[in-house]
T-cell receptor, first 113, second 114 residues
Framework: GQQLNQSPQSMFIQEGEDVSMNCTSS?????WLWYKQDPGEGPVLLIA?????ELTSNGRLTAQFGITRKDSFLNISASIPSDVGIYFC?????????????FGEGTQLTVNP | GAGVSQSPSNKVTEKGKDVELRCDPI?????LYWYRQSLGQGLEFLIY????????KSGLPSDRFSAERTGGSVSTLTIQRTQQEDSAVYLC????????????FGPGTRLTVL
């Protein structure tokens, strides 16, 4: 099925460093979402973006909805060990029936203390 | 409060057998979604329910896959004549309604087809 292009696939950083990951799509979305998934669990929503150009923060997380509606990025500042996990972007097109989510392939984040 | 629950958490089956996966959504959520996550991949949409009807089943990969929802609550995903490529984690999500209401995910069922 269709997936978004998410990069990087994995990141290994030191505690305290900032992290950036992004997603691009060949088609537009009118909602962008960022999720975190821990092992053995389902994804948990971190940030939702509803307007092109929107910049939203949630604690140490900041995400932006690209102006073309085909991309988004997520920044994590001052990383801590509990930030470890897989981060997924997801696009949603509300006009489609049911508003299914289209996911990126994930960014595996490892934080070394 | 109770989140989305799924059962079983793990299922190992032999190729050719049928399997049923169950999802209990959050109480009061009318929208229910099934996704599939292959190893190291993102989630792939399978089917969406609004109440008991499925207006979008376009993500089901073949006619071996089917799903139903009864009483506007519990949903069952059935895979007939399982194949090894069906091995994946099957995730269920529910939301208050469709649209852009947040989808809350269950922990998933890990299916292994030998």
């Amino acid at each position: 099925g269709q997936q978004l292009n998410q990069s990087p696939q994995s990141m290994f950083i030191q505690e305290g460093e900032d992290v950036s990951m992004n997603c691009t799509s060949s088609s537009i979305f009118n909602t962008w979402l960022w999720y975190k998934q821990d092992p053995g669990e389902g994804p948990v929503l971190l940030i939702a973006l509803y307007k092109a150009g929107e910049l939203t923060s949630n604690g140490r997380l900041t995400a932006q909805f690209g102006i073309t509606r085909k991309d988004s990025f997520l920044n994590i500042s001052a990383s801590i060990p509990s930030d470890v996990g897989i981060y997924f972007c997801a696009g949603q097109l509300r006009e489609t029936s049911g508003s299914r989510l289209t996911f990126g392939e994930g960014t595996q984040l490892t934080v070394n203390p | 409060g109770a989140g989305v629950s799924q059962s079983p958490s793990n299922k190992v089956t032999e190729k050719g057998k049928d399997v049923e996966l169950r999802c209990d959504p959050i109480s009061g959520h009318t929208a229910l979604y099934w996704y599939r996550q292959s190893l190291g991949q993102g989630l792939e949409f399978l089917i969406y329910f609004q109440g008991n009807s499925a207006p979008d089943k376009s993500g089901l990969p073949s006619d071996r896959f089917s799903a139903e929802r009864t009483g506007g609550s519990v949903s069952t995903l059935t895979i007939q004549r399982t194949q090894q490529e069906d091995s994946a984690v099957y995730l269920c999500a529910s939301s208050l309604s469709g649209g852009n209401n947040e989808q809350f995910f269950g922990p998933g069922t890990r299916l292994t087809v030998l």
